[in-house]
């Protein structure tokens, strides 16, 4: 590494919990410093938390658009080097692609857009500008899902044939969005989430880890979405039956009105040599099933990994490694690529979501609702 790469951050001012998160996991291996943002709409916000952060007040803007047009003007080796939005998903669309049009790369929350139109839109956008783009689908970070991802692609549990994905959480059982919450209050407005209320907040999750973990796209789906919450009208939760690709078959289950429930994420996959499971919640351990030998429990920098797991596994064996680290893993490969960039190498397979992730949970989202509406008809992604 020959520096640190500098971030620029849109959104994540006071009271946002994705924004610190971002921050954080960016940091933890050293390769990017946070040097300017503009964190809020309202401009004295902005700055306020831009102050608050320790940052120069020079670098702490009232808009996006300030930011990245007065960061431009600055010289190369002071002004940012990619762009960091952990917004709504309203506001994901028009950053992205004012900061790429303008030479910044970009790390972007997800889902990517508010809409399939505009995901599309960026795509284009993207490829025109010659800059990167990371979508931060977190999960695909933790080193025990590169291990899973591994050994189904060498082969190790044969011939795919089952897979069921659950992501359940009960914080939205109540009608939480009417005392002012602002994390709820947003996810449950179309103007501000999109079509998808639990679909795009917790159910692209899903979707992207099946597709990551199995190296295999949702062919079609079949789906029941359910409002519970009072005065709702997006979906807080979803039943859906998935075939991939192969013919392999399985089901979706994500729910934000599961009572109890906290970050439940798992998955299951079964093939014609070996299974495998693993849960969000315990994310230390990915059990495996094997038709002719014993139950096997690989654990972060344990025994038995692929060097694909390894390559991420920051502490030794028996140190919990979970949610921030697998965030952070999604910079690092990206922050890598940058550099690369930046020093004329090139990066064969950069292992990092991107926009092509993107576009593929707009079009599980699309076609979940329209599966819905017609009564959990089949519908092509």
């Known amino acids: 590494?020959?520096?640190?790469?500098?971030?620029?951050?849109?959104?994540?001012?006071?009271?946002?919990?994705?924004?610190?998160?971002?921050?954080?996991?960016?940091?933890?291996?050293?390769?990017?410093?946070?040097?300017?943002?503009?964190?809020?709409?309202?401009?004295?916000?902005?700055?306020?938390?831009?102050?608050?952060?320790?940052?120069?007040?020079?670098?702490?803007?009232?808009?996006?658009?300030?930011?990245?047009?007065?960061?431009?003007?600055?010289?190369?080796?002071?002004?940012?080097?990619?762009?960091?939005?952990?917004?709504?998903?309203?506001?994901?669309?028009?950053?992205?692609?004012?900061?790429?049009?303008?030479?910044?790369?970009?790390?972007?929350?997800?889902?990517?857009?508010?809409?399939?139109?505009?995901?599309?839109?960026?795509?284009?956008?993207?490829?025109?500008?010659?800059?990167?783009?990371?979508?931060?689908?977190?999960?695909?970070?933790?080193?025990?899902?590169?291990?899973?991802?591994?050994?189904?692609?060498?082969?190790?549990?044969?011939?795919?044939?089952?897979?069921?994905?659950?992501?359940?959480?009960?914080?939205?059982?109540?009608?939480?969005?009417?005392?002012?919450?602002?994390?709820?209050?947003?996810?449950?407005?179309?103007?501000?989430?999109?079509?998808?209320?639990?679909?795009?907040?917790?159910?692209?999750?899903?979707?992207?880890?099946?597709?990551?973990?199995?190296n295999l796209k949702i062919d079609e789906i079949a789906a029941d979405l359910g409002v519970f919450g009072k005065g709702r009208v997006l979906d807080d939760d979803a039943n859906m039956l998935i075939r991939m690709e192969n013919g392999a078959k399985g089901s979706i289950s994500i729910s934000q009105i599961a009572l109890g429930e906290e970050n439940n994420l798992s998955i299951r996959v079964y093939g014609t040599k070996g299974s495998l499971e693993w849960h969000q919640e315990n994310p230390n351990e990915l059990i495996t099933r094997w038709l002719d030998q014993p139950k096997k429990i690989y654990t972060p920098n344990g025994a038995g990994l692929h060097a694909e797991a390894l390559e991420v596994s920051r502490i030794p064996a028996g140190h919990p490694e979970g949610y921030l680290e697998a965030f952070a893993t999604i910079y690092k490969n990206f922050a890598t690529h940058v550099l690369a960039v930046n020093n004329n190498k090139e990066i064969a397979k950069p292992d990092y979501p991107g926009i092509e992730d993107g576009v593929r949970g707009l079009k599980f989202i699309y076609a979940a609702v329209e599966s819905s509406k017609e009564n959990a008809v089949w519908k092509k992604i």
Request: a negative charge; aromatic letters at 6%; hydrophobic letters at 40%.
């Open 1 to 214: 590494m020959t520096r640190k790469l500098r971030m620029g951050m849109v959104g994540g001012g006071a009271g946002s919990f994705i924004g610190g998160v971002h921050r954080k996991a960016a940091a933890i291996d050293g390769m990017i410093d946070l040097v300017c943002g503009a964190f809020s709409s309202n401009a004295e916000k902005s700055i306020a938390s831009g102050k608050d952060l320790n940052l120069d007040e020079s670098r702490c803007y009232g808009t996006f658009e300030e930011m990245i047009l007065k960061e431009k003007e600055l010289p190369e080796d002071i002004r940012m080097d990619f762009v960091a939005i952990v917004t709504p998903n309203h506001m994901h669309f028009s950053p992205a692609k004012f900061a790429l049009e303008n030479g910044f790369h970009v790390v972007c929350d997800k889902p990517v857009t508010l809409s399939l139109e505009e995901a599309i839109e960026l795509e284009t956008v993207i490829q025109k500008s010659g800059k990167l783009f990371a979508l931060t689908h977190n999960y695909t970070g933790n080193s025990l899902v590169k291990q899973a991802r591994a050994m189904i692609a060498k082969g190790e549990l044969g011939e795919i044939r089952k897979i069921q994905a659950q992501y359940l959480q009960g914080w939205l059982s109540t009608d939480l969005e009417s005392t002012g919450q602002k994390q709820a209050a947003w996810r449950v407005d179309p103007k501000k989430s999109g079509i998808g209320g639990a679909l795009g907040d917790i159910g692209t999750h899903a979707e992207n880890l099946i597709e990551y973990i199995t």
